[in-house]
């Protein structure tokens, strides 16, 4: 299994960003899928997440700004970032609750990340 995530670079503040991380691979189901942040000289922090029954939670520092949603058909998970602020930098992974097949398997899988630079 593989999480590529792609859309992230520089941006001034108050634009805009989608990410997109997709699941390829043998899949049965994926299930639970989480953006993770992690700025310069910090913790990753949980920022975005979606439940295959498409219920979302936010971090407070996101709320309001950024939408996350999820395209099963196309195994993709997407991060819409708007209103970009300086403290948004960093690097975004992308992070799941993937089961495979044959023998079914189910655990959680992180993408390889992708950078968000916002300047000021």
């Known amino acids: 299994v593989q999480l590529q995530a792609s859309g992230g670079g520089l941006v001034q503040a108050g634009g805009s960003l989608r990410l997109s991380c997709a699941v390829s691979?043998?899949?049965?189901?994926?299930?639970?899928m989480r953006w993770y942040r992690q700025a310069p000289e910090k913790q990753r922090e949980l920022i975005a997440g979606?439940?295959?029954?498409?219920?979302?939670h936010y971090a407070d520092s996101v709320r309001g700004r950024f939408t996350i949603s999820r395209d099963d058909a196309a195994n993709t998970v997407y991060l819409q970032m708007n209103s970009l602020k300086p403290e948004d930098t960093g690097v975004y992974y992308c992070?799941?609750?993937?089961?495979?097949?044959?023998?079914?398997?189910?655990?959680?899988?992180w993408g390889q990340g992708t950078l968000v630079t916002v300047s000021s």
């Open positions: 992070n799941g609750d993937i089961a495979t097949y044959p023998k079914y398997f189910r655990r959680d899988y």
């Open positions: 691979g043998n899949i049965f189901s994926f299930n639970a």
């Open positions: 979606i439940t295959e029954d498409r219920f979302t």
